[in-house]
């Protein structure tokens, strides 16, 4: 199985910051990464597809990239209803991994 | 737009056995025969934990499993109802927590691009004596 690693698990941060979440794959998966949000008591929300793609509809603040093993989700500009959890996850193979998460807090 | 709803969760025994379902609708860029549909679970207070995917007919019907789940969990589907199934047995306790059925959307560019796209509200399963 394909291990995610994601850090920080958790950062405290305040509205307007700039946030960047890493995640790295235990081997290479090309551009196969997807990142979705997940807000307390709510099922999750996909976010980005492709390491890179948005889903329609998501703000601009929100970016992704990377290739192989390691990726990145950068919020330019956190704004109060990005502060959530926030889960990468690969679609190189089966079976489809998660990284553990990484919870945005306010400071 | 598309809803995804589970139903079928509940309280069993360590040991026992349980079946969600999972009705999907809506769905404008295909139909739901032609989606993979996947269950993702979420033990309380933890993260995401994917658990299996059905492929559509067309892309082989067949089902993929987590290691955890393998040889316990099966996912099957009927394309007439528009619905899909988780049936779990020989439950553990750690198996407690959120069901969450996932209509899978995909695009091509040089390869197949598969995403969890329209995720339904879940399903509490609860593993206790």
């Known amino acids: 199985d394909i291990q995610m690693t994601q850090s920080p698990s958790s950062l405290s941060v305040s509205v307007g910051d700039r946030v960047t979440i890493t995640c790295r794959a235990s081997?290479?998966?090309?551009?196969?990464l997807n990142w979705y949000q997940q807000r307390v008591g709510k099922a999750p929300d996909l976010l980005i597809f492709?390491?890179?793609t948005l889903k329609s509809g998501v703000p601009s603040r929100f970016s992704g990239g990377g290739s192989g093993t390691d990726f990145t989700l950068t919020i330019s500009g956190l704004q109060p209803e990005d502060f959530a959890t926030y889960y990468c996850q690969q679609s190189y193979s089966v079976p489809r991994t998660f990284g553990q998460g990484t919870k945005v807090e306010i400071k | 737009e598309v809803q995804v709803v589970e139903s079928g969760g509940g309280l069993v025994n360590p040991g026992g056995s349980l079946r969600l379902s999972c009705a999907a609708s809506?769905?404008?860029?295909?139909?739901?025969?032609?989606?993979?549909m996947t269950w993702v679970r979420q033990a309380p207070g933890k993260g995401l934990e994917w658990v299996g995917h059905i492929k559509s007919r067309a892309g082989g019907g067949t089902a993929d499993y987590a290691t955890v789940v393998k040889g316990r969990f099966s996912i099957s589907r009927d394309d007439s109802k528009n619905t899909v199934y988780l049936q779990m047995n020989s439950l553990k306790i750690e198996d407690t927590g959120v069901y969450f059925c996932?209509?899978?959307?995909?695009?091509?560019?040089?390869?197949?691009?598969?995403?969890?796209?329209?995720w339904g509200q879940g399903a509490l399963v609860t593993v206790s004596s």
């Open positions: 996932v209509a899978v959307d995909s695009v091509t560019t040089n390869a197949w691009y598969h995403f969890l796209a329209h």
């Open positions: 809506g769905f404008t860029r295909f139909t739901f025969k032609d989606a993979w």
């Open positions: 081997q290479r998966i090309g551009t196969f």
């Open positions: 492709a390491a890179s």
